[in-house]
């Protein structure tokens, strides 16, 4: 049954990056961009590459982590560390968090994400340590390092409309002979909700809507439990934004229709 959840506002977007293996023209601080075409690169994947961020503060909350675009294989290791402070190797001042985490395959969508075990807050520092030896690309890369609060939304939509949108241009001769301009597609998911809850719709998701919403990319799940074992939970696996923001209708006392709307940023 899916279930939505929206990883939203990534701390990631305002942090400062670096990394200990970078190409010139591909650095970690593209990781601060939401374009999930701006890549880092790493100069090699013959060892462990760590990438790490500054996120400016320490109230902000984690208890996600995605990566989209990346070309990591299933054999890959990605450790997610937090601390307080830069020092990630000092001995004597371990990291307050850890945890690892091997990214499924996504040929598509090109997305995962990893559910932390319980909510981090209070620690400015993340780091990713990759490690992907048998890389046939011989280097490490990701478009965007996703580090956030996933709200859920609790209820199952009553049914889910998804669509593969294809705006190429076509052009037809007066013979009927067509003539293409190709561009991406991208998928767009609707997702009709019945009878949510005015506590939930108008305390914790007006912080998806307010921060998120069209204005900034977020990540939709909607098999959170299982989100790699199937075609259709690999499919709604999404990076992207609201293509309108969702309108809430009273229907009952303490209940709200909404329709959620989602479209794919390529």
């Not at 961020?53 to 320490?58: G, Q, R």
């Amino acid at each position: 049954m899916p279930i939505v959840r929206l990883l939203y506002d990534n701390h990631g977007f305002d942090g400062l990056w670096d990394a200990n293996s970078q190409v010139a023209t591909l650095p970690a601080c593209h990781l601060a961009d939401a374009s999930r075409q701006k890549v880092w690169r790493s100069t090699g994947a013959g060892t462990c590459d760590r990438v790490r961020v500054n996120t400016c503060s320490t109230s902000l909350s984690v208890d996600r982590v995605a990566l989209v675009t990346y070309n990591l294989t299933t054999c890959a290791f990605v450790g997610i560390e937090a601390h307080c402070t830069s020092c990630f190797e000092d001995g004597a001042n371990l990291p307050g968090f850890t945890t690892c985490f091997a990214p499924w395959a996504a040929p598509r969508t090109k997305v995962c994400f990893h559910d932390l075990s319980a909510r981090q807050t209070g620690r400015k520092w993340w780091r990713a340590v990759v490690c992907d030896t048998g890389n046939d690309d011989g280097y490490y890369e990701i478009g965007v390092l996703a580090l956030g609060i996933a709200t859920c939304l609790r209820v199952a939509p009553e049914r889910m409309g998804y669509t593969v949108v294809d705006p190429s241009l076509v052009e037809y001769a007066p013979a009927g002979t067509p003539r293409t301009f190709p561009r991406d597609p991208y998928a767009v998911v609707e997702l009709p909700h019945r009878f949510l809850a005015e506590a939930l719709l108008f305390d914790g998701f007006q912080d998806v809507l307010r921060t998120g919403g069209r204005r900034q990319d977020m990540i939709l799940s909607l098999f959170t439990s299982e989100p790699a074992c199937t075609c259709v939970a690999l499919a709604t696996n999404l990076y992207g934004r609201f293509e309108e923001m969702p309108r809430m209708e009273y229907v009952l006392p303490r209940l709200y229709d909404a329709t959620l709307r989602f479209r794919e940023s390529l």
